[in-house]
């Protein structure tokens, strides 16, 4: 019970800095759409963050198949893995360019897991995904 409460309360906090209005105007105006220094500040430093991604399991996923015995990803797996990383942060399919520029990263990685999760944090930290989640 006291995990689900300091989420809820860790929520409340994450909904302040995004921009939830004090609602003591009945008027949409309160609200502010703009990303802040705050915002920013709390993406690279708040635990509750990383573990979420950490926890996810999807990267726990690509990595049993990008590193299991006998793995062997193809180029097909890896666009895959891109577009999957693209539609779970902003919510739309990666550009031809972004996709070029993922797979580039991917190539220097250590791990095809690793660069998935350098690609993740790099994408959460977008105006996009500050501006739309």
């Known amino acids: 019970a006291t995990g689900f409460l300091s989420m ?9 800095v995004f921009g939830k209005p004090s609602r003591s105007l009945n ?4 609200r502010v759409s703009q990303p802040s220094l705050l915002q920013t500040v709390f ?9 979420r991604l950490d926890e996810s399991g999807w990267i726990d996923e690509v990595a049993e198949v990008a590193t299991g015995p006998g793995a062997a990803p193809t180029a097909r797996d ?8 693209w539609l779970r942060t902003v919510g739309r399919p990666p550009s031809e360019n972004e996709v070029s520029r993922a797979e580039r990263h991917l190539a220097t990685s250590k ?10 944090w790099a994408l959460i930290n977008t105006k996009e995904f500050v501006l739309n989640h």
């Not at 791990?111 to 993740?120: T, Y």
């Open 8 to 16: 809820r309360m860790a929520g409340t906090y994450a909904m302040n």
């Open 27 to 30: 008027c949409d105006c309160e």
């Open 43 to 51: 993406l690279h430093n708040d635990p509750l963050i990383r573990m």
């Open 78 to 85: 890896r666009a895959n893995w891109i577009r999957l990383a």
């Open 111 to 120: 791990s095809i897991p690793d660069g998935l999760r350098d690609l993740m």
